[in-house]
């Protein structure tokens, strides 16, 4: 999506970021659909459920995890800068979110 909120070949959207479901048959956009915004949590989940559905790939949700509000702190904290960074730290085994 460019700055001012153009989308190639769409058009202009109101606002960004914005998550838009795109499914294709060939060339053709057969389904477009505006999902929720991953903020907070539990749209976060929300927002990997309904994705998964859509991809119809089985055990999605066991193998996509997202803690956004650790994201968000560890990026504020400049974390995601360390050399030893795990960016998958919510695979980790007994991993709870805050």
């Known amino acids: 999506m460019h700055i001012n909120n ?3 070949w769409l058009g ?3 606002h960004s970021p914005m998550h838009i479901y ?3 048959e060939g060339d053709d ?3 477009m ?3 929720d ?5 539990e749209k976060t989940d ?9 991809a119809g790939i089985p055990g999605f949700t066991d193998k996509i995890k997202i803690d956004v509000m650790q994201a968000r702190g560890d990026f504020f904290n400049h974390k995601h800068l360390d050399k030893d960074y795990d960016i998958d730290f919510e695979l980790k085994e007994g991993y709870k979110s805050m």
Do not use: A, C, D, T
């Open 46 to 54: 929300n927002f990997l459920k309904e994705i998964g559905s859509k």
């Open 29 to 31: 956009i057969v389904e």
């Open 12 to 14: 202009e959207f109101p």
């Open 22 to 24: 795109l499914r294709k």
């Open 33 to 35: 659909k505006l999902l």
């Open 6 to 8: 153009q989308v190639p």
């Open 37 to 41: 915004s991953p903020l907070p949590q």
